[in-house]
């Protein structure tokens, strides 16, 4: 398959000021791949520890950090030989071990010609327990599900994201009725690679349900084994709020959703944990759109999405058959799905700050608002074809901002400062400014 991160993994390699780098992401997004992948194709040789359960591991670690003792050590324990241009030296699971973190610092100060890329499931978590880190000494890449681009060239369809890519507009109209469909079976695969893997060998919805229920079980059975036992049963609820959270009309998380007579003192823990976790999004309101919008941020009031939108199907309850009823699929859930898929989307643009906007009695509602730093763009989402916003209009008389986004079933079409986007389009808006 093709990951988008690969070419932020070329860049890296050749970069000047390289550091080991750490892939973050949640469980499952394909981490592991991505690592082994990149090095089969920009390396002579990928040396590959996994820190999981490895005790030979913890004891060479647990020791000095000196580089040149631990390359010892990982060529004798691997068997290969390890050599500063042509290895890429992967530590998977490297939370388990988190001396080999606080290592990394050392190859950064004394041996930086050792390309060294490290993963782990829940080191958000593991970092919250005392781990010594090496700041300023590591780069950074986070790794989300697979976005509508990279599932449209997995299923062989990567004329359709070129198209997508290069703003053709003429094309985008005539074509999509073929993307509208694709976007369908999207909403319901979702980007986890594994279930991506799986539609395009089999086409059947059913095995890539039960790799999505196997997805789900694994992140529950993650609550219970690194969480305090304590709120284990909160981030339970958090967890299994979320479809009912976004199919409410309006979607604010509210704490009495997830458990009546909720509080905010009862479940913060939770969602902090979910989202060092890398298994939700948190999108705060705005009620002052003003650049930066961080600055503007009301943090009591947020929206919280789920890391994938085939997640987010399965959880609730959202049966395959339902793409055979027309736009039944974007209707279902009062426009859950529709938001979802577009913050996934926007999310991938890690060079954005994303949040929304409400006024001050939350009568009215703009489902995103995207500070590029020159530009902040609200952005409507509209489950149909039906382009009538009332809170869009009200927003603009008010702010009148240069550019606005409405993305919707509808056709690419542009309207003196409002940009008409189909839905399959949104994450190449940049494109289209």
Known sequence: ????????????????????????????????????????????????????????????????????????????????????QNTLLIFD?????????????????????????CAGSLLGIALHQGTSFPVGKVDFLRLYPMNFDEFLRA?????????LKNGDTSLINALGPVCRELLKQYFVIGGMPEAVSEYISSHDFKEVQIIQDNIIRAYEHDFSKHAPNDIVPKINMVWNSIPAQLARENNRFLY????????????????????????????????????????????KTFKIYLNDIGLLSRLSGLHPEILLHGNDLFTEYKGALTEQFVLQELICHQDIQIGYYT??????????????????????????TNL?????????????????????????????????????????????L
């Not at 309207?415 to 808006?429: D, M, Q, R, S, V």
Request: hydrophobic share 40%; aromatic share 10%.
């Open 359 to 384: 006024n001050e009695r939350s009568t009215a509602e703009i489902d995103f608002l995207l500070d590029t730093g020159s530009h902040l763009i609200p952005l409507e989402v509209k489950a149909s």
């Open 1 to 84: 398959m093709y990951r988008q991160a690969l070419d932020d993994l070329k860049k890296w390699k050749t970069s000047r000021h390289r550091k080991p780098l750490i892939i973050e992401g949640a469980r499952q997004v394909g981490k592991t791949w991505l690592m082994k992948e990149f090095g089969n194709q920009a390396y002579d040789q990928v040396v590959y520890v996994n820190f999981d359960d490895n005790k030979a591991m913890h004891e060479l670690f647990r020791q000095d950090l000196e580089p040149n003792r631990l390359l010892r050590g990982l060529e004798l324990y691997t068997g290969q030989r390890i050599t500063p």
């Open 93 to 117: 699971e490297v939370q388990e071990v988190p001396r080999a973190l606080a290592s990394l610092k050392y190859f950064y100060e004394n041996a930086p010609q050792y390309s060294i890329m």
């Open 388 to 432: 009538k916003a009332k809170s869009l209009k009200t927003y603009i008389e008010k702010f009148h901002p240069d550019i606005t986004i409405r993305a919707s079933m509808a056709d690419y079409r542009r309207e003196e400062t409002i940009l008409n986007l189909p839905l399959y389009a949104i994450g190449y808006f940049d494109v289209f």
């Open 256 to 299: 009495g959703v997830v458990r009546e007579g909720g509080r905010a003192r009862e479940f913060e823990t939770a969602i902090l944990w979910l989202l060092d976790c890398g298994l939700i999004h948190k999108l705060y309101r705005s009620t002052h759109p003003v650049l930066p919008l961080k600055s503007t941020m009301d943090l």
């Open 155 to 163: 299923n062989d369809k990567a004329q359709l994201a070129d198209m």
